[in-house]
């Protein structure tokens, strides 16, 4: 199954929420007036894009309409379609062409950071890369046992320590670890505590150091996972860790539990942060690299 077809499932929730308001938009379509653009702003704040970034898809909406003279359902579908893909547009390829190149995956705890952790090890073993994940995430209880299930699922190998451990040191490993064994990619885990900001910058800052010493012209992404359910809630949390480490990208999970799939306009254009892989399931295999295109299509297309 492609990409739309992952996708167009994954969105299903979201589709059910706003699907019955968008056709019923497109049936009755006369002209681009404000009172279709006040249904559609509705239907947007519904799906969880967020009030600023609505406003700005409505208002790009407006203009073009002007521009090009929209005069048929069909028409409008397909300009709302071409907005939204350029809301999400970015750098989403994730460049990982070093040997090793380093992923450091950051997120809040119960957001999806170890099965997504566990899918990416998956998918880039697929793509003919080995893989070697460092446990780093010392502080939860059984935060490592879990992670080493999914290794073990996703043919990767592993470095960890014993709970408590400093997160840096085994991070420190898994560098030296992918250097001697000659892995392609090492994939950090970290702590997802947020309760104490000095904290966990200092724990992220002292990682991030250790790894720009160790490996200075390494590739390096750094992964922000944010569980798709929590709509809104997902942009601060993006905000928040951005201020704590740079991210290059964000991991969108759980979009297939959600009717809050229109999150991902408002993290993308709030942050200006890439979303570069999204999760539409429990499978091993549900991890997707992003396609902005295709997800704009599986949203508003007719079902």
């Known amino acids: 199954m492609g990409f739309f077809e992952k996708i167009k499932q994954g969105l299903k929730r979201t589709k059910d929420s706003i699907g019955e308001g968008l056709n019923g938009i497109f049936a009755t379509f006369r002209k681009v007036d404000e009172d279709l653009l006040e249904e559609l702003e509705e239907l947007l704040i519904l799906a969880d894009v967020g009030f600023e ?12 309409a002007k521009k090009e003279s929209i005069d048929s359902a069909d028409q409008l579908r397909q300009t709302l379609e071409e907005i939204l893909a350029e809301f999400m547009e970015g750098d989403h390829a994730l460049h990982l062409s070093t040997k090793p190149s380093v992923v450091l995956v950051v997120g809040v705890n119960g957001v999806g950071k170890t099965t997504t952790i566990g899918k990416y090890a998956n998918k880039l073993k697929n793509d003919g890369k080995s893989v070697l994940i460092a446990a780093a995430d010392t502080f939860r209880a059984a935060a490592i046992e879990q992670l080493e299930v999914w290794a073990d699922r996703a043919g990767a190998q592993m470095v960890r320590h014993a709970e408590g451990s ?39 800052s002292k990682i991030m150091r250790i790894i720009n010493r160790e490996l200075p012209d390494a590739d390096k992404e750094i992964l922000l996972v944010l569980d798709a359910t929590t709509g809104t809630n997902a942009v601060e949390q993006a905000k928040y860790f951005n201020d704590v480490v740079p991210l290059t990208g964000i991991v969108l999970t759980k979009l297939d539990g959600t009717a809050k799939g229109g999150v991902t306009l408002a993290v993308k254009d709030v942050t200006g942060i890439p979303i570069k892989l999204v999760c539409v399931g429990e499978q091993i295999d549900d991890l997707q690299y992003f396609e902005p295109k295709a997800f704009a299509k599986a949203l508003i297309e007719n079902n």
């Open 53 to 64: 970034t609505t406003e700005k898809i409505i208002d790009t909406l407006r203009d073009r």
């Open 166 to 204: 400093d997160p840096a040191a085994v991070v420190y490993d898994g560098i030296k670890a992918a250097e001697g064994r000659g892995i392609d990619v090492l994939i950090c885990d970290t702590a997802g505590r947020l309760h104490n900001k000095k904290n966990l910058m200092e724990e992220l």
